[in-house]
């Protein structure tokens, strides 16, 4: 079974711009997680899909959105690109969308923006 | 609010010693705990999770972990240290939120031959 899929692997963006990530989950999974790692926060949670909608959010801009489409397949967005979003964004996927359930993680975007 | 900590940034051990990794938690409700592992440019790969099913966990690649109550506590040991456990570790904690993970800030190891 494939995992999980990001692309893509890496980007370079200027302040001001624009960018869309996408991450294909393994198949059969409805959850879509997102996550943003960089050198001093470390790992925060963006937002996670599931069923097209989103259910949870975390603590970002509102710079930072995200979808889910029919098939399970998310994409996320950054407008405005600032230095800081400068990092990288890891897509995790889950069969379920419930406490405990084990995420599966792709091997992430790494967004540099100049 | 649930959250994590993971006492050491660094830790290096020698190729054959025991690994020792520490993570305390907090938590409000009964938690969902998690160790994920991490190679250079690359995504998170799960190690091993808690559930309540049993105090003692066993993961992959020979880790395992033992979740703690009165310590609040859920630390990652291997008994013998391969260069290929060279990565950086995190542990994570969830069950105030469907779907939410909230990560420690993680430890990388490093294995000296």
């Known amino acids: 079974k494939a995992g999980v899929t990001q692309t893509p692997r890496y980007l370079i963006k200027t302040r001001g711009q624009q960018v869309t990530l996408s991450c294909s989950p393994i198949s059969g999974h409805r959850s879509v997680s997102w996550y943003q790692q960089t050198p001093g926060q470390g790992l925060q949670f963006l937002f996670e899909y599931f069923s097209e909608t989103q259910r949870n959010k975390g603590n970002f801009p509102g710079r930072f959105s995200g979808r889910q489409f029919s098939n399970s397949r998310s994409e996320m967005n950054v407008s405005t690109l600032e230095l800081g979003d400068s990092a990288l964004y890891l897509c995790?996927?889950?069969?379920?969308?419930?406490?405990?359930?084990?995420?599966?993680f792709g091997q992430g975007t790494r967004l540099t923006v100049v | 609010a649930q959250s994590v900590t993971q006492l050491g940034s660094h830790v290096s051990v020698s190729e054959g010693a025991l690994v020792l990794l520490r993570c305390n938690y907090s938590?409000?409700?009964?938690?969902?705990l998690f160790w994920y592992v991490q190679y250079p440019n690359q995504g998170l790969q799960l190690l091993l999770k808690?559930?309540?099913?049993?105090?003692l966990v066993k993961g992959i690649n020979g880790f395992e972990a033992e979740f703690k109550k009165s310590e609040t506590s859920f630390h990652l040991t291997k008994p013998s240290a391969h260069m290929s456990d060279a990565a950086e570790y995190f542990c994570?904690?969830?069950?105030?939120?469907?779907?939410?993970?909230?990560f420690g800030q993680g430890t990388e190891l490093s294995v000296k031959p």
């Open positions: 808690y559930t309540s099913a049993a105090t």
């Open positions: 995790a996927s889950s069969p379920l969308f419930s406490k405990g359930t084990e995420a599966f």
């Open positions: 994570a904690v969830s069950g105030e939120v469907e779907g939410k993970l909230i």
């Open positions: 938590s409000s409700v009964p938690p969902y």
